[in-house]
């Protein structure tokens, strides 16, 4: 997986500040959180360890943690100890220590388990099974007019996949970055090119984007679909023992690049 923080959270993880907004939670005793998105897609997997009081991806960054994944034929993978450098492009580059694990290739279909030991004492554990496909490597291309077009997709249901995962994102080298774009839906997506996000419209003219559907599994959808969800004031769900957090599974089934036509009227 890439290092930066935008494409862990398009491929693979989405902790730290998280591309989908967190959910507000009031202060509370502080606990271990541990997030790790398991990608057939990438050959390192990344884990990150922290405390925090809210059970969500910031915090205070665990250093000298054991973390280690057990393979579905029970061989454990261990993880290495690395400093992750902020992403210059974007304001919410992780900083601080994570955990990468080399994974030549991930089953998928089959379960991965994720222990943690924790310096001083303390085991986080969790089970994980990516849905059974293959992840597409290969991105088809789009041109759209965001006044008339609107994007329409579909896709044959996964096995073992719990939703799926819209993120549409601009390029680094787009002039307006208004942050990603982000949905769960079934097995079909309709987005119109006029469609605002936050205020924001989630297509600019003149600016490409990237969009990838991804087959998740339900401890990732349970997670990050919750916290999508403002103003809950409950704890995050979790599937970990031990602490807080996720261990979960994603694999990119649909990759498209989307060229918007047109000048944005603030450049006229």
């Known amino acids: 997986m890439s290092s930066s923080i935008r494409r862990w959270a398009s491929l693979a993880l989405c902790f730290a500040v998280a591309c989908v907004e967190q959910s507000p939670l009031r202060p509370g005793p502080e606990v271990v959180a541990v997030h790790a998105v398991l990608n057939p897609a990438e050959r390192v997997q990344h884990i990150v360890v922290t405390r925090t ?20 034929d029970g061989v454990t993978l261990p993880a290495t100890e690395v400093t992750a450098l902020p992403d210059p492009f974007y304001y919410s580059g992780w900083q601080g220590p994570r955990y990468d694990v080399p994974v030549e290739r991930v089953a998928v279909g089959r379960p991965y388990r994720l222990r943690v030991v924790l310096p001083g004492g303390g085991v986080v554990e969790g089970e994980t099974t990516a849905p059974a496909i293959t992840p597409v490597a290969v991105a088809s291309e789009r041109r759209l007019d965001r006044n008339v077009d609107t994007l329409r997709l579909s896709w044959p249901r996964v096995p073992g996949a719990r939703a799926y995962e819209v993120r549409v994102f601009p390029k680094r080298d787009s002039l307006y970055w208004y942050g990603e774009y982000v949905t769960y839906v079934d097995t079909s997506l309709t987005l119109a090119g006029t469609t605002r996000s936050r205020g ?14 991804s087959a998740v599994d339900a401890n990732y959808y349970g997670y990050y679909a919750f916290e999508s969800d403002q103003y809950t004031g409950t704890a995050l769900p979790t599937s970990l023992r031990g602490g807080e957090g996720v261990f979960g599974a994603l694999v990119p089934i649909i990759r498209m690049r989307i060229t918007v036509e047109g000048i944005d009227p603030r450049l006229r």
């Open 200 to 213: 924001n419209p989630v297509f600019t003219e003149g600016v490409s984007y990237d969009l990838v559907v």
């Open 53 to 72: 009081s809210d059970g969500a991806g910031s915090g205070r960054p665990v250093s000298g943690a054991t973390v280690s994944l057990v393979t579905p």
